[in-house]
Nanobody, 120 residues
Framework: QVQLVESGGGLAQPGGSLRLSCVAS????????MGWHRQAPGKQRELVATISNTGIANYADSVKGRFTISRDNAKNMVVLQMNSLKPEDTAVYYC??????????????WGQGTQVTVSS
């Protein structure tokens, strides 16, 4: 079994920063694309940022220049550094990963989410 666990969410002031981390654990034979999505109240889940296994990143237009996604394959970890936070960044943030796991099945896994609240 494979699990993704997010951490680092919380409360930040506008203009502040938060660092979200996601660690994959379990029977992992390969880590491929990883990323972050978010879901604000009353809205559908939307892509925030993704990073390929070769380090190619892309971002939603709303976070370009403010957020940075990175990964540490040795730790089975993906990180989202969020700077210059805005109230509209408030959402539950979900980690996802494309993983070759137990049984040699390549599946898309999701974490439980971590709340990010930006307010003064």
């Amino acid at each position: 079994q494979v699990q993704l666990v997010e951490s680092g969410g919380g409360l930040a002031q506008p203009g502040g920063s938060l660092r979200l981390s996601c660690v994959a654990s379990g029977s992992i034979f390969g880590l491929y694309g990883m990323g972050w999505h978010r879901q604000a109240p009353g809205k559908q889940r939307e892509l925030v940022a993704t990073i390929s296994n070769t380090g190619i990143a892309n971002y939603a237009d709303s976070v370009k220049g403010r957020f940075t996604i990175s990964r540490d394959n040795a730790k089975n970890m993906v990180v989202l550094q969020m700077n210059s936070l805005k109230p509209e960044d408030t959402a539950v943030y979900y980690c996802n990963a494309d993983i070759l796991g137990f049984g040699m099945r390549r599946l898309d896994y999701w974490g439980q989410g971590t709340q990010v609240t930006v307010s003064s």
